[in-house]
């Protein structure tokens, strides 16, 4: 009980107040509406709901790739409302790695040279420091022996694991994933979840899914479900580690 105590009361790492998103068009369509909800540090989240529910729109917002009509997204502690375009950048980089369901790896560059990209819009280190780094991701992903290659030489697994690795170049806190498995076979959709699942265990990762696979959602820690914009559905499917007294080390 103790320790569920204190994942409760850790701040949120992302927190959505009264958000709704409508776009403005002709006849208004609302994507999201009235959302309220906190994300807190080491949860596996899945985000499920029919096609067209408002799933990838709420992920876009959590992760400022999208501006709420009303409302407002906090992350990392950090109201966003007012801030410009070049500091969203900013909390994206450093703060939110991001998965889609299409790898949308540059075809021309190689998997290391993927996976560098992010550091390099970064700056931080130097070119031998984020090839070090790149490497240590991509052997961690089981993909040592892919680095030097083109995305056209891998599989679709290796290329979405290699776009797993890209969104933890910089070390964020928080994964967002959209439809993560959504175009692999099932071996290769095994693997994926497997990383994911072993970021919040293993490396205190918090990982937010969109996914249409109830059996992919069922093995993660909560299940939120979106209905025509609104949340329907915040449950616990799966004790977490911190939960569980287990507190996963960091990355």
């Given amino acids: 009980m103790a320790a569920t105590a204190a994942a409760a009361a850790e701040a949120p790492l992302i927190e959505a107040v009264n958000v709704s998103r409508v776009l403005d068009e002709a006849v208004p369509v609302t994507l999201v509406r009235d959302i309220n909800l ?3 540090p080491r949860e596996f989240v899945a985000i499920t709901g029919p096609s067209g529910s408002g799933k990838s729109s709420l992920l876009y917002l959590m992760g400022l790739l999208d501006l709420p009509t009303t409302g ?3 992350v990392l502690g950090r109201p966003t409302a007012r801030i ?10 450093t703060g939110l790695g991001f998965v889609f369901q299409f790898h949308f ?7 290391r040279e993927n996976v560098m990209l992010p550091m390099r819009a970064l700056g931080r280190l130097s070119e031998a420091e984020m090839r070090a780094r790149a490497d240590e991701i991509l052997a961690s992903l089981g993909l040592a022996e892919h680095a030097g290659k083109r995305p056209d030489q891998m599989s679709g697994g290796q290329r979405q694991r290699v776009a797993v690795g890209r969104a933890l170049a910089n070390d964020p806190p928080v994964i967002l994933a959209d439809e993560p498995t959504g175009s692999l076979d099932t071996r290769s959709s095994e693997q994926v ?4 699942r072993a970021l919040v265990d293993e490396r205190g990762k918090t990982v937010v899914a969109v996914t249409h696979s109830l ?3 069922a093995r993660m820690d909560r299940r939120i479900q979106i209905i025509d ?3 329907t559905a915040d449950e616990r499917t799966r004790q977490s580690g911190v939960e569980a ?7």
């Fill in 84 to 93: 410009d375009e070049d500091e969203r950048a900013r909390i994206r980089l």
């Fill in 229 to 231: 914009g609104r949340i």
């Fill in 245 to 251: 007294g287990h507190a996963a080390p960091g990355a």
């Fill in 105 to 111: 790896l540059l075809p021309e560059f190689t998997a």
């Fill in 215 to 217: 059996d992919m959602a």
């Fill in 193 to 196: 979840f497997a990383i994911l």
């Fill in 72 to 74: 407002e997204v906090r």
């Fill in 38 to 40: 906190a994300i807190r």
